[in-house]
């Protein structure tokens, strides 16, 4: 039987995003017998309690590369992009392992059936920052911008022309065999690109396995992006009732998992209905509770 372990990561500032995470995963992990872990980037000791009295493993990550790398000591939350190359070292003895940003709740468990299962196969499993419904890539070059920028702050320029063009894979949402060398090679890449930056980046993370996924040639599974819906790139759609979040143009998929990007994680959000109608909602876990329709003119039929 394969061990799995689901891991997210948070501080105090994230913890009301990881309880929405968490309810939306505990019972089905519980029933297909996978383990949950959480990296601990400086929790409060009484939520680090509650969880390990519900069978949750918490580890406080080490800096995985020499702080001498940094101009600056990096505030604790860089924790959660250097450690997550090294996952296996903080939850050891596990087959796959399977990441979720503290900022994503899974609405539909078949995403994370289809990460595990993609990654068992493939040995890493991730999911590109490209739909049809995601309107920056249509309506200007913005995004091409953003991603060569993350790459000529890690790398040179020539990488960063060739790889630009490319849809960013997020790393918000993965799986990957114990035994997959994306491992390897994604982590000796962060430690090269810290060594030329000097400084935290936010995306080095990402943008150091994004080169792994390019240029390495490891066999990797690109899921669709209803299993790593990004939501500052579209806004969901919603059911009739404002309950089920769905991809905003036909046949209207249901989410599989939410990543509340960027402005996405707080605040009510005005989603178009299934029904024509307007509904308040937040995105989070639950934040169809108290959502209220208003009347609009229909836009499907």
Known sequence: MTRTIIISGADNGYADLLAGLLASIEAQARD?????????????????????????TVTAPDWDYSLELFRSKPP???KAMTARPHLRRYFPGYDLYLWLDADTWVQDW??????????????????PEVDRSYDPYYRDSSVISWRYSCFRKCFDEELA??????PMVNCGVFAARADAPHWDAWSQSLGKSLQTMREPFFFAEQTTLNVVLRRAGFQTAFLPST??????????????????????????????????????K?????????????HIRS??????????AQNATPRYV
């Open 32 to 56: 297909a017998n996978i383990d949950i872990g959480i990296l601990d980037l400086g929790v409060e000791r009484a939520l680090r309690t509650s969880l390990e009295q519900r069978g949750v």
């Open 76 to 78: 604790d939350f860089f």
């Open 110 to 127: 078949a995403a994370l059936e289809l990460y595990i299962d993609a990654a068992q196969r493939s040995g890493f499993a991730a999911t």
């Open 161 to 166: 022309e060739q790889l630009a063009p490319f």
């Open 227 to 264: 299993c790593n819906w990004m939501c500052n790139r579209a806004l969901p759609l919603c059911s009739a009732d404002g309950v089920v979040l769905l991809e905003p143009n036909p046949p209207f998929s249901r989410l599989g998992v939410i990543h509340m990007t960027s402005e996405t």
């Open 266 to 278: 707080n605040g009510q959000k005005k989603l178009l209905g299934t029904d024509g109608r307007l």
């Open 283 to 292: 995105l989070r876990y639950d934040g169809h509770r108290g959502t209220a």
